[in-house]
């Protein structure tokens, strides 16, 4: 929780702790240009560009050893307010600083409550009031999923910054989140900037991270038509970067030991905006060799034991084998978020609770922003 200085002048919102490899980035949009460092344990962590303390941005990132916080479950925020940036004598207000505790997945948890957003489209309100689920029923939420599409977007640091309002008012900067790319977070202006401002491992959007006892990869399809497509009015090349991903996977399934079958790893999760496994209709239908082959590597591979996907606007669950299926889905698969939207119509969401424990199972509720259940689904554990 916060400590006695005025974050919220500065910060557009609370912190968001996303998971990345074996870190925690912590982002932080802002309101002013401000120079920013995270402390935990004893140590500093400098948004930085090689030595440079950055205020050039709309969204600061620390990052830090996720051994470090997962311990220390504490940090603090320090921050200057820039007056003017000068070659030289640069004009900063004094120091700041705001305290926050967390709560980290345990190294050996056999029970976890996520809840999974996606497809918001730059709503802030009524995805709040749905993830709100399980803290509404005096349960603890571990984990938040913002699984693609979560600004309408990127034409201005106003719609990315609305993602982090719904993350950092769910967590406060107490829990860890994951993040995965939509497609429609490669369009508008400052897409061409969506990893500096969003949780990226060394520039690229896909990337697995480890969460305690959880293993989990972040994938990204990118764009959802060919590159040739009018309205993409040639920004894009997808095709190459989806190449590069193939590869990537590749090499990951060779890494089972450090990575999805690492001591300790006890659920392994997969996010991928776009449900690749399915048909898709014209001019959807692409890259279907690409995307059955990703799924052979999950399947033979990596072996997940849940898949979580968006896109569809629709919430549902399909099984590997299921008339869905359509490229060797490697594992149970969830679909789950719903947004409703337009002019004149009352704004409404739905997403996606989901409770894991071993022994048992996944339980799968599809719950809306009035907190009802509008879908469940159960997927037992020797599935
Ligand atoms: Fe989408």
Sequence with gaps: MAGACHFSEVFASWPTVCAVGREYQIMVPVRAETLMWAE????????????????????????????????????????RKVIERLPYYTKTEDEE???????????????????????????????????????????????????????????????????????????????????????????????????????????????SWRIGSVWGLSLDCAEDKWDQQIEYGNTVCCEAFRRRETAFLRDLAEKGGEEFNAPGVKLKLVLCHIPFSEQFRPPFDIEEDTYREWCRILRTGVKPDLMLSGHNHKCYVTLPGDPMDHKGQPCPLVVGAKPVRGEGVEPHYTGTAIHWKTGRGVEVLFTDDSGAVTGKAFIPEQY
């Design 40 to 79: 935990t344990g004893g140590e500093l962590f400098y948004d930085e560009s090689n030595g440079i303390l950055r205020s050039a941005t709309g969204v600061h990132r620390m990052t830090v050893p996720a051994e470090l916080l997962d311990r220390e479950k504490r940090y603090t925020i320090h921050w």
């Design 97 to 207: 600083c705001a305290s926050f505790s967390f709560r980290p997945v345990a190294a050996d948890a056999s029970e976890l409550r996520l809840y999974q957003i996606a497809d918001t489209h730059s709503l802030i309100e009524q995805p709040i009031r749905a993830a709100s689920y399980w803290g509404d029923r005096g349960e603890t939420l571990d984990l938040l999923v913002m699984n693609g599409d979560t600004p309408e977007d990127c034409r201005s640091m106003e719609n990315i910054a609305a993602p982090y309002q719904v993350s950092g008012t769910l967590t406060k900067g107490e829990i860890p989140v994951v993040y995965a790319r939509g497609n429609h977070d490669l369009r508008g202006i400052l897409a061409e900037k969506y990893a500096e401002v969003t949780p990226s491992c060394n520039g690229l959007t896909y990337y």
